[in-house]
Nanobody
Framework: HLVESGGGLVQAGDSLRLSCAASGSTFSMYFGSYAVAWFRHAPGMERVSVAGLNGSGFSAFYADSVKGRFTISRDNAMNMVYLQKNSLKTEETAVYYC???????????????????WGQGTRVTVSS
């Protein structure tokens, strides 16, 4: 399963690093064959994609609103996914979810409906 951590209360302009640990038999041997992504769900809003990586970690996508401020990375040896968030904005207050999907063709998956595995989320609150 996927477990996110690193959320909390920060001020606008601050940085925060989210982590996602993948564990269990599903991910134990072939984590590099899973596309991963971070999504966020703000109150009253739809869940939206923030950033994602292919299995190797060499191809990434970012939502336009976070380009240049957020960086997604992964450590396949440790079964970890990270989201470094800089210059946070108040409108980025949300629950952030990590997602993974088996994807051996090494493409990026942007649609939430194509992700099979989801974490429970970690809450990020950005105050002004």
């Amino acid at each position: 399963h996927l477990v996110e951590s690193g959320g909390g209360l920060v001020q606008a302009g601050d940085s925060l690093r989210l982590s996602c640990a993948a564990s269990g038999s599903t991910f134990s041997m072939y984590f590099g064959s899973y596309a991963v992504a971070w999504f966020r769900h703000a109150p009253g809003m739809e869940r939206v994609s923030v950033a994602g990586l292919n299995g190797s970690g060499f191809s990434a996508f970012y939502a336009d609103s976070v380009k240049g401020r957020f960086t997604i990375s992964r450590d396949n040896a440790m079964n970890m996914v990270y989201l470094q968030k800089n210059s946070l904005k108040t409108e980025e207050t949300a629950v952030y979810y990590c997602a993974a999907s088996w994807n051996t063709d090494q493409t990026i998956i942007t649609e939430s409906g194509k992700y099979t595995y989801w974490g429970q989320g970690t809450r990020v609150t950005v105050s002004s």
